[in-house]
């Protein structure tokens, strides 16, 4: 890896060795073997439609599996919603890929460490989601077997870890201005607002005016273009944390453009796929902050790179959500324990969004608006949801 300038600091030739080294000391060897995979895709119904730049949600589209080792058996939870909107991966085609072709790669070898999921699915490209619900079901699957609670598998320290409001496009500036008052008076350490054309300047000003001193964020899913600079530039006097994934999905090199025109730091979600274009954006100045989903990038192991190469590189990092259940949030929890976490997840409790969460237990908040690690297990589905909710059922065995 050649020499990289991260905002004016020389970072040394050996950054990725350095992060490799601190990721493999976290992984141990078990030997695994895995006997057989059930994947499930389910639509999980919102009590109220989530609703961004790319168009509404009604129904979360997520994809399960379930990992059997011997007498072990673990669940892990991959959420790319039904259509290719969010990422050029829809729950139906995460289905598809894992179960007719990723999961009989993985099945009867021995893995011992996740790095060996990985190597299996190399063959493949992209399908980042598919790759990280078998690359996630590892992880889960090792801390049953050794029973290990999985944030210390990881590698966490955190004791506790604190979650953001988020609001999607709402019916009105008032139903909307309500909704963050009611956050801030939870407690709520920052508050993220979705923006799309029609609902960005004018709903800032109305935000603004009304909370003047609040910790703010926007998140634009990738709805803009580098001709929409001056409207950027106007944004710059709300006075936000951040601008989230202002631009094109698979673009950096825009990012870097506009950061360069606009005061307002970037946040990057969706152009962050895996580790090697975080350092390329990283390199070029194309964001100060990253988002980072377990499912949008691959799994755990890459989140953990991600994570160590923006903490050598002074960058921070926020665990980011799929509005899944119970069951990836909590992975979403343990993930967000590692140190370089600093800035408020994106981490919900079940009745933020499920009249009844599918996994169980359902995904609580303290007082404070934070969430503790899982010591105890990690949640895992209702068996009547799950039969309510599948769309599609598959199993996957050695004599398939």
């Known amino acids: 890896m050649s020499n990289y300038n991260f905002f004016g600091r020389s970072k040394p030739s050996n950054l990725w060795q350095s992060c490799t080294h601190s990721f493999r000391s976290r992984c141990t060897l078990s030997g695994m073997k895995i006997d057989s995979l059930e994947i499930f895709h389910v639509a999980m119904p919102l009590i109220y439609p989530w609703r961004t730049a790319y168009g509404a949600d009604y129904d979360i589209h997520s994809v399960l599996v379930k990992a059997t080792s011997g007498d072990h058996f673990a669940w892990a939870e991959s959420t790319p919603l039904e259509r290719p909107s969010y990422s050029s991966e829809g729950a139906a085609g995460v289905f598809l890929n894992v179960s007719e072709y990723f999961a009989p790669r993985v099945v009867s070898g021995e893995h011992e460490t996740a790095e060996s999921i990985i190597d299996a699915l ?31 598998l990881l590698g966490g320290t955190r004791k506790e870890v604190q979650a953001g409001a988020d609001f999607g496009i709402q019916d009105s500036f008032d139903m ?34 009304t909370f003047p001193n609040e910790k703010l964020h926007i998140d634009c899913n990738s709805g803009y273009s580098l001709d929409d600079v001056e409207m950027f530039k ?8 951040f601008i989230e994934q202002p631009l ?21 979600d969706e152009s962050v796929t895996g580790p090697r274009v975080v350092e390329q954006a990283l390199s070029i100045g194309a964001c100060e902050f990253v988002n980072i989903k377990p499912g949008r ?4 192991s890459n989140s953990i790179r991600i994570h160590d190469i923006c903490q050598d590189a002074g960058v921070p990092v926020w665990v980011g959500g799929m509005l899944e259940s119970a069951i990836g949030s ?19 409790p079940s009745s933020r969004f499920y ?21 105890d297990g990690l949640p895992e ?18 004599y398939d």
Request: glycine share 4%.
């Open 122 to 152: 190399s063959v493949f490209k992209g399908n980042q989601f598919a790759k990280a619900a078998l690359e996630i079901v590892w992880w889960t699957l090792e801390s049953k077997i050794q029973s290990l609670p999985l944030h210390d």
């Open 176 to 209: 909307l201005l309500g909704n963050i008052q009611l956050a801030i008076d939870a407690g709520f350490p920052r508050v993220k607002l979705k923006v799309a054309r029609d609902w960005d300047v004018e709903m800032l000003k109305a935000v603004r005016s």
């Open 234 to 241: 106007e944004i710059d006097k709300f006075n936000l944390e």
């Open 248 to 268: 094109a999905n698979d673009d950096i090199l825009d990012h870097a453009e506009l950061a360069r025109s606009i005061e307002t730091p970037i946040c990057l």
């Open 297 to 300: 990038v691959g799994g755990l």
């Open 330 to 348: 909590a992975v979403c929890v343990e993930l967000a324990t590692l140190p370089n976490f600093t800035y408020p997840g994106d981490l919900f």
């Open 355 to 375: 009249i009844r969460d599918l996994g169980q237990p359902e995904v609580e908040l303290t007082a404070q608006q934070t969430m503790l690690p899982y010591t």
């Open 381 to 398: 589905p209702d068996p009547e949801l799950l039969k309510k909710f599948t769309q599609q059922r598959a199993v996957v065995t050695p």
